[in-house]
């Protein structure tokens, strides 16, 4: 499919209400309101196609970059189109998505170290996304590694800005789930930093406790569900 035709399909795709829901989730003006199960069917007719995913992006629409991040081509995909993507930023949703596809990328764990320094808040929440994935995939990441991220979550997420402390939370249930050695580390980092106080706006989300989340899931996995 070609940029234009992608671009009519998206628009007779979108609907008011999804526009509406999405706004209260901070996504800005350009979008057409397509919903993800569209998205994924027009994701499974394109497959993977990095030109085009390049060309979504330009055009600077949300559901145009949703899908971008949906049929772009990680073994292709470059350090320096990371950079200038994350750049683009200025929701929480695209900041999961961007993560989400740079997870499969061969420079995931350079870009999540660098992105979460970044003091903008969806560089750091895309970095803070990058470790949970880290975390949850990759079992040649030593654990020290994770200790030492779990202590900077410690240091550092009462200052840290609303959204990206948000997915550091999110880090640190990861970080809890992978092993039980550091379960018990990520909840005892938890029990000490308490409540993590997260503003979502307009919207019914909430943001999870990670001692009761990784107490949770483990109860989960003894059962055998």
């Known amino acids: 499919m070609t940029f234009d035709q992608v671009m009519q399909q998206l628009k007779k795709m979108g609907t008011a209400q999804n526009v509406k829901i999405y706004r209260r989730h901070g996504i800005g003006e350009n979008l057409f309101g397509v919903s993800f199960a569209n998205l994924n069917a027009l994701k499974k007719k394109i497959k993977t196609d990095q030109k085009l995913a390049e060309q979504l992006w330009q055009s600077a629409n949300a559901d145009a970059r949703h899908l971008a991040t949906m049929i772009a081509d990680p073994k292709s995909f470059s350090e320096s189109l990371a950079d200038a993507w994350v750049k683009d930023l200025n929701y929480y949703l695209g900041s999961d998505m961007l993560a989400g596809f740079l997870a499969k990328t061969s420079f995931v764990k350079k870009k999540a170290e660098e992105w979460i320094k970044s003091e903008d808040e969806w560089v750091g929440r895309a970095g803070w996304g990058l470790v949970g994935y880290l975390a949850m995939r990759d079992g040649t990441v030593p654990d020290e590694y994770f200790e030492k991220l779990l202590a900077t979550v410690e240091k550092t997420i009462r200052q840290s800005k609303n959204f990206t402390k948000q997915a550091m939370n999110g880090a640190v249930i990861a970080i809890g789930l ?5 379960e018990k580390l990520a909840i005892a980092a938890a029990t000490r930093i308490g409540k993590v106080e997260v503003d ?22 003894k059962a055998g569900r």
């Open 200 to 221: 979502h706006g307009e919207t019914s989300c909430k943001t999870p406790d990670a001692v009761a989340y990784i107490q949770k899931a483990k109860s989960r996995v």
């Open 178 to 182: 992978r092993n039980p050695k550091l």
